[in-house]
């Protein structure tokens, strides 16, 4: 809402939405001896700056000599230009425009389990929240169809830092709603060889979790599957979902696959 005070004394209302001027003077009048106050649009004056104002936003020809007699209906159209181009710089028009590394989260606590750390709505600044003892480290940020829409959600996998070993990840995922990012599910993984996460994609209008461990899922057992240190698990868990009614659902069988980076110095690294 934009207010302005003409050379008549009258103050003009502009909608940030609809460029309508409303014209009013308030004017004291006596009724059965007690003073009251009411807007009154009956006056000459007041009709004419109501048409000189409507006037402006017309022709080009009615906005020149309108801001040649008036200049604060420039100052006034100025705004509202600058109000509607800094909201639409601001309004992403895909999931790829939000910058997940700047970013307020929606929390654990009423979203999803969560054993190794519960939070409620935090927000990440360059990547990062908190410090290397208890905080959150931006680790992916993946694009893709998870819903079968034709439009793209976000994957975003954080870090949990710890000030010990532990390697456990929680993942966050988010659609665009009415150009807004909308919290869709999310979930935490288990500490290396013991369910933590592998990766999270899109897959034919789907999503794939993979999960290191014989037979680890998100909601299920992520303990020791294997007779394996946690720095070394020999094999993962792929998992399938897919949306329906608002939720992700398994789909199909679980998928038991040998680690490809078994034998290197970093067995439970993130696939690029």
């Known amino acids: 809402m934009f207010i302005a005070r003409d050379r008549l004394g009258l103050v003009h209302s502009f909608s940030s939405a609809m460029c309508v001027p409303q014209t009013w003077r308030p004017q004291t009048i006596r009724r059965h001896g007690t003073p009251r106050e009411r807007t009154k649009f009956g006056s000459r004056a007041i009709n004419m700056a109501l048409l000189r104002s409507a006037d402006f936003f017309q022709t080009p020809a009615h906005r020149l000599r309108r801001t040649r007699r008036d200049p604060s209906l420039i100052i006034i159209a100025i705004l509202l230009l600058s109000n ?8 992403p028009s895909s999931i790829r ?16 389990p969560a054993e190794f750390r519960q939070t409620k709505a935090f927000a990440l600044s360059n990547g990062k929240m908190g410090d290397w003892r208890y905080g959150f480290t931006l680790r992916k940020v993946v694009s893709g169809d998870i819903t079968g829409d034709g439009n793209e959600e976000a994957i975003i ?4 830092n710890t000030d010990g ?10 659609t665009l709603k009415n150009r807004r990012p909308k919290f869709l599910w999310g979930f935490e993984g288990g500490d290396r060889a013991e369910g933590g996460l592998r990766q999270a994609y899109a897959e034919d209008g789907g999503l794939v979790v993979e999960l290191w461990g014989r037979g680890t899922q ?3 057992w992520l303990g020791n599957t294997e007779p394996v240190g946690l720095c070394c698990p020999k094999s ?5 979902y897919r949306f329906h009614n608002g939720r992700f659902i398994k789909r199909g069988k679980l998928e038991i696959l040998p680690n490809p980076q078994a034998s290197t110095r970093c067995p439970t690294c993130m696939p690029e």
């Open 84 to 91: 509607y181009t800094a909201s639409s710089q601001h309004s």
């Open 97 to 112: 425009d939000i910058d997940f590394a700047n970013f307020r989260y929606a929390g654990t606590i009423a979203r999803f």
């Open 157 to 160: 996998t954080l870090d949990i």
């Open 165 to 174: 070993s532990a390697g456990v990840d929680q993942v966050y995922i988010y």
């Open 218 to 220: 998100i909601g299920g």
């Open 236 to 240: 993962f868990t792929r998992t399938r």
